[in-house]
């Protein structure tokens, strides 16, 4: 077994999801995107699973709303902040 390929964080596709919602991997590099989706997972509690199909069908929807949301409001501090950090250099 190879836990890479095995498991993986629920959070990081709810992450790519939302960036793709805001366009940001079109309007910002790939150097960017990486910087910014470490500051944001390191901001949430793993939630690891092996297969999205038992998230859709075993998560309630109130707990996958508060998950949606604590991703929107991770990715705009971690965005803040890097765009502070960019402004300073």
Do not use: G, S, W
Not at 38 to 65: G, H, S, W
Request: aromatic content about 12%.
């Amino acid at each position: 077994m190879k836990l890479d390929d095995d498991i993986h964080n629920y959070y990081e596709k709810l992450l790519l999801d939302h960036l793709v919602e805001l366009r940001l991997d079109q309007d910002y590099d790939a150097e960017y995107l990486a910087d910014l989706c470490c500051i944001v997972l390191n901001q949430l509690p793993p939630k690891y699973i092996r297969y999205e199909v038992d998230m859709a069908f075993y998560l309630p929807q109130t707990e996958r709303f508060e998950m949606v949301m604590k991703v929107r409001e991770a990715v705009a501090k971690a965005k803040a902040f890097l765009d502070t950090q960019r402004d300073k250099n």
